[in-house]
């Protein structure tokens, strides 16, 4: 069966990286993104550069809508996913649980969560039919740890991990595998858009003297979907640099 790949939030970041490397793999990509349509364009550009296949496909993924839309494009233009990256995300910015509000939450939690869990359950009504399939969550160490006044976008990859353990034993009869790779600090433009204190502060922590990079967690997430990794479900494996 062919090989087809979305990746939600790849315009930029882990997802353009994963998006590029699944392509150099085999698959059939759609490219999502939300506000950036030129970056999300230059990615297929640089798919179809090295000899791939990918579409850019403009969806807000903490809208139902807008996912279902996203994945009747793919049905249409690509064929049926046979793997699924959640990748798109929010960290709400930097604020602490005394000032948070229930827009700022709903925020977090819509795109976090809900879009997740929604993306998950439209690829498995196709892996279903199709006879298996993989589904990849990117969560973030910051949900052992709970951030540094960022307690709601902790709370949310939280979830996220969860939903990893109960979903991947609900669909594993069906020969669907799902997993989650936990970035630490990744250089990342949601890294560099901290406060320049914050970024020195945060740079003395790491054991390896440097921040990861998008590759190191996409070559992760290459395997997480690759025939290689096939006796792994469930599992949340954390690309950390020891941190």
């Known amino acids: 069966m062919r090989k087809v790949a979305i990746v939600t939030g790849a315009s930029r970041g882990i997802g353009a990286a994963t998006a590029e490397l699944l392509a150099k793999n085999g698959y059939a990509v ?21 000899g791939g296949n990918a579409i850019a496909v403009k969806a807000d993924v903490s809208k ?55 993306a998950s359950r439209e690829a498995v009504k196709r892996m279903k ?19 540094t006044n960022l307690s709601h976008y902790a709370a949310s990859k939280a979830a996220v991990n969860t939903f990893t353990v109960g979903f991947a034993r609900e669909v594993a009869p069906f020969n ?26 945060l740079l003395k922590t790491l054991p390896m003297g440097r921040m990861g990079n998008v590759t190191e967690v996409a070559e992760m997430i290459k395997w997480l979907v690759s025939p290689e ?10 690309v950390t640099g020891s941190r």
Not at 34 to 49: Q, S, W
Not at 98 to 107: E, K, N, V
Not at 229 to 236: D, K, N
């Open 30 to 50: 759609c490219v999502n993104y939300l506000g950036n349509e030129t970056r999300g364009n230059e990615v297929v550009a640089a798919i179809k550069k090295n």
């Open 64 to 118: 139902e809508e807008d996912i279902l839309r996203l994945f009747a494009t793919v049905d249409k233009e690509l064929g049926p996913v046979t793997a699924l990256v959640n990748n798109a995300g929010t960290n709400g910015g930097i604020c602490e649980v005394a000032d948070i509000t229930f827009d700022r939450l709903h925020s977090v939690f819509a795109a976090n969560v809900y879009g997740t869990f929604i």
């Open 129 to 147: 039919e199709n006879g298996g399939g993989c589904i990849v969550n990117v969560s973030s160490e910051a949900s052992k740890f709970g951030g």
């Open 176 to 201: 669907i595998r799902v997993n989650t790779v936990s970035p630490g600090v990744i250089d990342t433009e949601m890294h560099h858009s901290s406060p320049p204190d914050r970024i020195a502060n």
């Open 229 to 238: 990794s096939s006796y792994v479900s469930g599992a949340i494996i954390p």
